[in-house]
């Protein structure tokens, strides 16, 4: 055999192992095995009044709780959601929106995220 | 699992039919099975000219109106494939074309040639792919900008206009778009990378080639191998290039020597006479060819080729001033034939009637010529030299050069060449004001590493080799005990410095999560707003914030980004304020302003550095959060 076809063999198959390599790890941003420590919280309608709220989990915890605050200070609304690791749920509170500042607050473990909207005048 | 498979299958399987099969055809519709050209040449060659026919392919289907599909595009492929095919076959029905050129040696190698060459070849492909292994993902701002018209074209099935920018040139994308029609992979996968690695391997393995065409001696091409695919394998031009997506340096390292070999390879035959022969006029056709191919990937390799053209001129013709009454009419008869210019007047066609750049079309010349005007374009100083280029093959770089000069070989037009692409990047890099030219003296600059490679690997042969290849050992068995000492020394130096500087530029491993955060908070906007909203983000605290707009897909220019802070305080080129001011003054009377002239409604920021103005607005809502992104809604 020519050993210049040798070379092109050699080449490529090193080729398609570095690729193949590559291709492997090239999803790791969206895997549960490497990206495990975060969660994040949205309003279902971020242009509307309604407080819907979505948490979506990428961390190894999988028990929320979750509190509605009027102006940061009068809870009004709380409960806890059970969420697998990348899952994510939405929730639809019941509960009456004052012209205050509406403030969604979620946690698990000790780390605690907010969103809010501002429903004054 | 069976669909990254056969994902993976289709991508390769594209790999092979867009880019090697149509240049592998073409040559065998040129050359047939003649010897001039060896089997790993044309496997070399083939890709090259693969990525340039389709780039016409693609050009040519634009210019019939023809929407560009996975459809159009194969059938377009297998019918310049037939063709070629065919011609082959009516053309090695004639005597001659066959057997008419000698058996070529160059290209056998001893078994210690070979096992070394793998070795080399193992080890350039092994570091790479370890540096590429922490930095594959899709993060780095300029691939998500080209991957941003590589996703318009596929979506579209048609070549993009780029807005009229002339930041973009059509033959950076349409590798990529090609690939992306064929396989169905993704943007966001590692096939960019992993398409560009191979481009990069594919220059490296085209300079190989070359070397040893123009020199010869195939230690020479070895040691080419060491020191552009070996040492210093990660620094930029290399392996942070390719992740960084700086597609068009990159594509132009592939095409810049691939047109050097065709050039050289039709003026090959000055060194024994002035009769040209078969095969040169099909070389200068293939030079040609692939010179529009480089023209249409990257106006600054492509302007940088300009000016190594004028000095590969200036230098052969002095050389040879004694003899221009034969060299003159010798030339003529090799440009003026039916294939040559033939290619030449087609590609000016295309070029200007069927696909014109945007650059040419937006006078982007006339912002590359003149006084430098910014302190980034007054020249690189040696020591910046030998930090992008590496101490060991900067010196023995320039040592190449005067002994190159030493030995110039003056019919020897791959003398020239290599001469003239080595001293003209240094100039233009360190000496702008020279030459007019205005652009940044280091994106120059990185184009030097590849003559300097060969310059490094010509004069350490110089300096320790030998004409007779398997006398090496015994050459400097008995030179004394300094030569083989001084050798050992330089290759110390040389392997040291060469391999420390990969290792320095490996990363730790990379934090996946604000990659991940930067795309669920994007993929959250694309669905939770409409073109009539205008979204601000921010590019400095915000990890792979450029493919933001591959997920909204509204316009290159969508959404709106606050850019480096020291952009806004460039005064040779004043900016707009508004991207910055509505971020860092919410609520000032010019961000009013801003926010009411722009629309902006929605502003995606990094909770760490740009949170508490926003807390503080009653006028603004927090409705997303995770612990790398908040982003805020205007609510009147």
């Known amino acids: 055999m020519n050993p210049n076809n040798n070379f092109i063999y050699f080449f490529l198959a090193l080729f398609l192992a570095s690729s193949v390599y590559l291709f492997a790890i090239d999803s790791r941003y969206n895997s549960p095995d490497y990206n495990t420590d975060w969660y994040a919280v949205s309003f279902a309608d971020p242009k509307s009044d309604r407080l819907d709220f979505v948490i979506e989990n990428f961390s190894s915890q999988t028990d929320f709780h979750w509190e509605i605050l009027a102006d940061n200070t009068e809870k009004i609304s709380q409960g806890d959601v059970g969420i697998q690791t990348g899952e994510k749920k939405e929730l639809s509170p019941l509960v009456t929106v004052s012209d205050k500042k509406m403030t969604i607050r979620v946690s698990t473990g000790t780390d605690t995220q907010e969103i809010y909207k501002n429903m004054q005048e | ?636």
């Open chain 2, 1 to 636: 699992m069976l669909e990254a498979i056969t994902s993976q299958i289709l991508f390769y399987a594209a790999l092979a039919f867009a880019f090697f099969l149509p240049g592998y055809a073409l040559l065998l519709a040129i050359f047939g099975k003649s010897k001039a050209l060896n089997a790993l040449e044309r496997f070399i060659l083939s890709f090259g000219l693969g990525i340039v026919s389709v780039d016409f392919l693609n050009f040519s289907l634009a210019g019939l109106g023809l929407p560009i599909t996975r459809l159009s595009l194969s059938a377009s492929i297998a019918l310049l494939v037939s063709a070629c095919l065919i011609i082959h076959k009516i053309r090695s029905k004639k005597a001659g074309l066959e057997s008419g050129m000698a058996e070529e040696k160059l290209f056998d190698f001893s078994r210690h040639q070979t096992v070394l060459i793998f070795l080399l070849v193992f080890l350039t492909i092994f570091i790479k792919t370890a540096y590429l292994s922490d930095t594959v993902f899709p993060t780095a701002t300029d691939m998500g900008h080209h991957m941003y018209w590589t996703q318009w074209m596929i979506d579209n099935h048609r070549l993009p206009d780029y807005d009229q920018m002339p930041d973009f040139i059509i033959g950076e994308q349409i590798p990529f778009g090609t690939i992306g029609l064929l396989s169905g992979a993704s943007v966001f996968s590692a096939f960019p990378v992993i398409t560009l690695l191979l481009v990069n391997l594919l220059g490296i393995l085209t300079v190989f080639i070359l070397a040893l065409r123009i020199f010869k001696r195939k230690n020479i091409a070895i040691l080419v191998l060491l020191f552009l695919g070996v040492l210093y394998a990660v620094a930029s031009p290399q392996a942070k290039f390719v992740s960084g997506g700086v597609v068009g340096n990159i594509m132009g390292n592939l095409l810049m020597p691939l047109a050097f070999y065709f050039y050289y390879r039709s003026m090959e035959f000055f060194e024994t006479g002035f009769a040209a022969e078969k095969s040169s006029r099909a070389f200068l056709a293939l030079a040609i060819f692939t010179t529009f191919g480089l023209f249409y990937t990257h106006h600054l390799t492509a302007f940088i080729l300009l000016f190594i053209f004028a000095m590969i001129a200036a230098v052969f013709f002095t050389a040879n001033f004694k003899d221009w009454k034969k060299l003159l009419p010798a030339l003529s008869r090799l440009v003026i034939s039916p294939q040559v210019l033939a290619t030449f007047f087609a590609g000016l066609v295309f070029f200007f009637l069927i696909f014109t750049p945007n650059y040419v079309k937006n006078s982007a010349v006339n912002t590359a010529v003149g006084a430098p005007s910014k302190e980034t374009r007054v020249g690189l100083t040696m020591e910046n030299l030998r930090s992008s280029i590496g101490e060991a093959r900067i010196a023995l770089g320039l040592l190449g050069i005067i002994i190159l000069i030493a030995g110039f070989k003056k019919r020897n037009f791959g003398h020239s060449i290599i001469l003239a692409w080595a001293v003209m990047i240094f100039l233009m890099s360190t000496q702008p004001h020279l030459l007019f030219i205005n652009l940044p003296s280091n994106r120059i600059g990185n184009y030097l590493s590849y003559p300097i490679a060969i310059l490094s690997a010509y004069s350490l042969y110089a300096l320790f080799g030998t004409d007779k290849r398997s006398k090496t050992s015994e050459r400097l068995a008995s030179s004394g005990n300094l030569i083989r000492a001084g050798f050992i020394v330089v290759l110390t130096f040389v392997l040291v410095d060469g391999i420390s500087d990969s290792a320095s530029a490996f990363k730790d491993k990379t934090d996946l999560a604000p990659v991940a955060q930067t795309f669920d908070a994007s993929s959250y906007l694309a669905q939770k707003t409409s073109s009539n909203d205008m979204i601000l983000k921010d590019h400095n605290y915000i990890t792979a914030d450029s493919w933001m707009k591959i997920f909204l897909m509204r316009g290159y220019k969508y959404p709106l980004s606050r850019g480096y802070f020291k952009r806004y305080e460039d005064e040779t080129k004043p900016r707009e304020m508004c991207t910055l001011q509505m971020i860092a003054s919410p609520d000032n009377a010019e961000a009013r302003a801003c926010f009411a002239e722009t629309g902006t409604d929605f502003i995606m920021v990094n909770p760490r550095y740009d949170s508490a103005q926003f807390r503080k607005l009653k006028n603004f809502d927090q409705t997303y959060s995770s612990p790398g992104i908040n982003i805020y809604y205007r609510n009147n």
